[in-house]
C-alpha cells in the first residue's frame, strides 16, 4: 500500500516566489498521476517537496497517513528518477545503481541481486560495467530507472524523465514506464510538460498554472472538451 496526500501544501521560495499555492491532491495507492502544465508552474517544487529536497512552507503531506514534511528524503520510502538522469561519473552501472542501497546498509547479496534482476527487466544487464559517459542517453535514463527500482520504494517520482530524449525513444520509454507501473504495482507521480505524455500514461492528471491546480480529473474527460 502507498499513498500519499498534499493537504494545503504551499511553497514560498526565499525572495518571495510563491511556486505552489495550496495544492490538494489525493493520491491513491498504484495511481499513476501525472503533474502537467507550462514550465515555472511549480511541478518540479511540488515533486522535490513530496521527496523531501524542498522544505514545505505550510500544508501537510502524508505518506500512507503519515506525516512526513519534517522526515528527512532518504526515510521517506521513495525514489526520484531525474530529468538529467543524475548519475555519479566516476562509478559504473553497476554501482550507481548498488548505491542507494549500500549506504542503507543492505547487505550485498541483496545488493547483487536486486542489481541484477532491475538490469535484466530494463535489459540494461551487459552494460554494468560501462561508466555513464560511455553510455547513450536512452541507456543512461534506464539506469537512472533503475536505480530507482532496485530500491523497491513505495512511491516512484519522475521529472520530466524523457524530455532529453528524442521522440522515437520517448514513445519507448513511456510504455515501459507504464508496463513498470503494472508490472511493480507501484505508485507513482509524474511531471511533465508534455499533455501526450500525461495523456497516454495517467490515471489521475492534475493540471497546475501558477502555482495552483487548474483541473484534476482523468485522462479523458479533461482533454475531450471543446
Ligand atoms: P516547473 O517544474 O513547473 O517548471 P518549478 O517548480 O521549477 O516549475 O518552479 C516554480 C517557480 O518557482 C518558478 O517561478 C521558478 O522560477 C521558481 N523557483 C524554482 N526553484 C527556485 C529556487 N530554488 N529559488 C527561487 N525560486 C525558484
Ligand atoms: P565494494 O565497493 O564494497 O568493494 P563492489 O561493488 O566492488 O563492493 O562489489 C560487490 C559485489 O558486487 C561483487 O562481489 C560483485 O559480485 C558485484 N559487482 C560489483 N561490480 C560489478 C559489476 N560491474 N558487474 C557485475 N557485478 C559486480
Request: aromatic share 6%; glycine share 6%; charged share 25%.
Amino acid at each position: 500500500m502507498a499513498t500519499v496526500q498534499l493537504k494545503n501544501i504551499c511553497k514560498v521560495y526565499e525572495g518571495g516566489v510563491k511556486a505552489v499555492d495550496n495544492v490538494n491532491i489525493d493520491v491513491k495507492d498504484r495511481d499513476f498521476v501525472v503533474l502537467v502544465g507550462p514550465s515555472g508552474c511549480g511541478k518540479s517544487t511540488t515533486l522535490r517537496m513530496i521527496a523531501g529536497l524542498e522544505d514545505i512552507t505550510s500544508g501537510e503531506l502524508y505518506i500512507d497517513g503519515n506525516l512526513v514534511n519534517d522526515v528527512p528524503p532518504k526515510d521517506r520510502d521513495i525514489a526520484m528518477v531525474f530529468q538529467n538522469y543524475a548519475l555519479y561519473p566516476h562509478m559504473t552501472v553497476y554501482d550507481n545503481m548498488a548505491f542507494g542501497l549500500k549506504i542503507r546498509k543492505f547487505p550485498k547479496e541483496e545488493i547483487d541481486q536486486r542489481v541484477r534482476e532491475a538490469a535484466k527487466i530494463l535489459e540494461i544487464e551487459e552494460l554494468l560495467d560501462r561508466k555513464p559517459k560511455a553510455l547513450s542517453g536512452g541507456q543512461r535514463q534506464r539506469v537512472a530507472v533503475g536505480r530507482a527500482i532496485v530500491r523497491k520504494p513505495k512511491v516512484f517520482l519522475f521529472d520530466e524523465p524523457l524530455s532529453n530524449l528524442d521522440a522515437k525513444l520517448r514513445v519507448q520509454m513511456r510504455a515501459e514506464i507504464s508496463s513498470l507501473h503494472n508490472r511493480l504495482k507501484a505508485t507513482m507521480i509524474y511531471v511533465t510538460h508534455d499533455q501526450v505524455e500525461a495523456l497516454t500514461m495517467a490515471t489521475q492528471i492534475v493540471v497546475m498554472k501558477f502555482g495552483v491546480i487548474q483541473q484534476i480529473g482523468g485522462p479523458l474527460p479533461l482533454y475531450n472538451e471543446p
